[in-house]
């Protein structure tokens, strides 16, 4: 069965950072591109973020391009999200998500609980 | 980027019915969508990818339709456990964006 994990969240101020782990298990890690995707509060879903099966190749909303930087070890089935220079509207629930096949575009198949970021002073 | 446009934002029916929610992208995607299901509090579910395709374990009166820039999720023979809301994807290029969400409600 597949299942992800996420830890890392809570509360933060601005400008600070959080990392954020999805620990993954039930399939084989290494070939699955992975995602995090948001939800602010009473608000949709946002694509987040988007990594590679080698973890080579990257991708990231404009809403969070060069201030979070998406990792992960295959060797740990896990994978993260650094958080850096964080806002007030960073402020969601964070899902991990695993994309149905390697490509980076692809849809969701499975996905985390959501672990929640909260920024505020 | 895409963008991805879902309507109508929310709708009422009531169980036994029949709902359709359309979900239009700004450029062509072939059949590269999905569509999620979100009850409160719970992570999203994959309903239906590749536009039509649904997911094992999804009941059948959920089916999927469309091609380049329009689809359509219908919903035959409401149950009381489909109201929640819906959003649709595009799959087709990153960022593989989401539309506004539908959100089913009781009437």
């Known amino acids: 069965e597949v299942q992800l994990l996420e830890s890392g969240g809570g509360l933060v101020q601005p400008g600070g950072s959080l990392r954020l782990s999805c620990a993954a298990s039930g399939f084989t890690f290494s070939n699955y591109a992975m995602n995090w995707v948001r939800q602010a509060p009473g608000k949709g879903l946002e694509w987040v973020s988007v990594?590679?099966?080698?973890?080579?190749?990257?991708y990231y909303a404009d809403s969070v391009r060069g201030r979070f930087t998406i990792s992960r070890d295959n060797s740990k089935n896990t994978f993260y999200l650094q958080m850096n220079s964080l806002r007030a509207e960073d402020t969601a629930v964070y899902y991990c998500?695993?994309?149905?096949?390697?490509?980076?575009?692809?849809?969701?198949?499975?996905w985390g609980l959501g672990t929640l970021v909260t920024v505020s002073s | 980027d895409i963008q991805m446009t879902q309507s109508p934002s929310s709708v009422s029916a009531s169980v036994g019915d029949r709902v359709t929610i359309t979900c239009r992208a700004s450029?062509?995607?072939?059949?590269?969508l999905a569509w999620y299901q979100q009850k409160p509090g719970k992570a999203p579910k994959l309903l239906i990818s590749?536009?039509?395709s649904l997911q094992s374990g999804v009941p059948s009166r959920f089916s999927g339709s469309g091609s380049g820039t329009d689809f359509t999720l219908t919903i035959t023979s409401l149950q009381p456990e489909d109201f929640a809301t819906y959003y649709c994807?595009?799959?087709?290029?990153?960022?593989?964006?989401f539309g506004q969400g539908t959100k089913l409600e009781i009437k």
């Open positions: 990594i590679g099966t080698t973890g080579t190749t990257t």
């Open positions: 998500a695993k994309n149905r096949g390697s490509s980076t575009s692809s849809c969701s198949d499975h």
């Open positions: 450029q062509g995607i072939s059949t590269w």
């Open positions: 590749s536009a039509s």
């Open positions: 994807q595009q799959a087709n290029s990153v960022p593989n964006t």
